[in-house]
């Protein structure tokens, strides 16, 4: 079993950054890939980024790419979210996920969901 509480989320300014953590409960979080993900109004859930337990691999939607950065320090249990040059396309709730294989084949197979963090960015 795994617990994930996200933070971070705020109201910030287009071209302006913030970073989301994922903290994580469960001695095995380093055996579980974990996904970002968000929900715009009015639309689906969509993986915004992945990083894979077994050797660090990342995945980033095309419309990220470049801007956010995942990044996991096991230590503490906490996967990171950095979103840099946020545009107001951005604004939406954002959840992390936990799932113990390396690759997840939707967004509704995520074993484990948090309960998100709003993220607004304003034009």
């Known amino acids: 079993q795994v617990q994930l509480q996200e933070s971070g989320g705020g109201l910030v300014q287009a071209g302006g950054s913030l970073r989301l953590s994922c903290a994580a409960s469960?001695?095995?979080?380093?055996?579980?890939?974990i996904g970002w993900f968000r929900q715009a109004p009015g639309k689906e859930r969509e993986l915004v980024a992945r990083i894979a337990w077994n050797d660090g691999s990342t995945y980033y939607a095309d419309s990220v790419k470049g801007r956010f950065t995942i990044s996991r320090d096991n230590a503490k249990n906490t996967v990171y979210l950095q979103m840099n040059s946020l545009k107001p396309e951005d604004t939406a709730d954002y959840y992390c996920?936990?799932?113990?294989?390396?690759?997840?084949?939707?967004?509704?197979?995520?074993?484990?969901w948090g309960q998100g963090t709003q993220v607004t960015v304003s034009s």
């Open positions: 996920a936990a799932d113990p294989r390396v690759w997840v084949p939707t967004v509704r197979a995520w074993d484990y």
């Open positions: 469960g001695r095995t979080f380093t055996r579980y890939t």
